[in-house]
T-cell receptor
Framework: NAGVTQTPKFQVLKTGQSMTLQCAQD?????MYWYRQDPGMGLRLIYY???????DKGEVPNGYNVSRLNKREFSLRLESAAPSQTSVYFC??????????FGPGTRLTVT | AQSVTQPDIHITVSEGASLELRCNYS??????LFWYVQSPGQGLQLLLK??????LVQGIKGFEAEFKRSQSSFNLRKPSVHWSDAAEYFC?????????FGTGTRLQVFP
């Protein structure tokens, strides 16, 4: 039981490049989330998916898109990366908002 | 909407000393409150949660937290800190069916 896995662990992009962050969970959870963590700001919700086939914006969705590929997988895409998107990205899954399990994170640097 | 405030950005304690990390929540109905811990380079792990009932909540790793409605607080405590407790600690609250995090408190432990 791997829990929540994220790939890649580290990534460096140039401004304007695109990339997709992958997240998968093996706990049969309906809900999945993407957060970003910046120094002094805690974690902020980017997008979430309450169930397979649905996605909704969180607090900071601009510049991102998501896909809930199936019940297990929830990807986050940066179409045109900007330095302001330098951050640590966490995926989480859970049966409900009040029960979330977090992945190990992806550290992204945009130069 | 509910929010949480962690007034201490950084706390330093000696190993074996007691610990209290502060968390204040904004006004509202009885909140769903959480404490998470993030070890360096890791994802977030749930320490404990409060939904209702007994206001003193026991968590993992010897941590406890007390919900005090009169003070709008949910402070995290540990009677004797170990060097392995050095990490960042986040308080969180459910608001509008989303998990809202505080800005975190970094704990440093001296031998």
């Amino acid at each position: 039981n791997a829990g929540v896995t994220q790939t890649p662990k580290f990534q460096v992009l140039k401004t304007g490049q695109s990339m997709t962050l992958q997240c998968a969970q093996d706990m049969n959870h309906n809900s999945m989330y993407w957060y970003r963590q910046d120094p002094g700001m805690g974690l902020r919700l980017i997008y979430y998916s309450a169930s397979e086939g649905t996605t909704d914006k969180g607090e900071v969705p601009n510049g991102y898109n998501v896909s809930r590929l199936n019940k297990r997988e929830f990807s986050l895409r940066l179409e045109s990366a900007a330095p302001s998107q330098t951050s640590v990205y966490f995926c989480a899954s859970g049966r409900a908002t009040y029960e979330q399990y977090f992945g190990p994170g992806t550290r992204l640097t945009v130069t | 909407a509910q929010s949480v405030t962690q007034p201490d950005i950084h706390i330093t304690v000696s190993e074996g000393a007691s610990l209290e990390l502060r968390c204040n929540y904004s006004y509202g109905a009885t909140p769903y409150l959480f404490w998470y811990v993030q070890s360096p380079g890791q994802g977030l792990q749930l320490l404990l949660k409060y939904f209702s009932g007994d206001t003193l909540v026991q968590g993992i790793k010897g941590f406890e937290a007390e919900f005090k409605r009169s003070q709008s607080s949910f402070n995290l405590r540990k009677p004797s800190v170990h060097w392995s407790d050095a990490a960042e600690y986040f308080c969180a609250v459910v608001s509008a069916d989303k998990l809202i995090f505080g800005t975190g408190t970094r704990l440093q432990v001296f031998p």
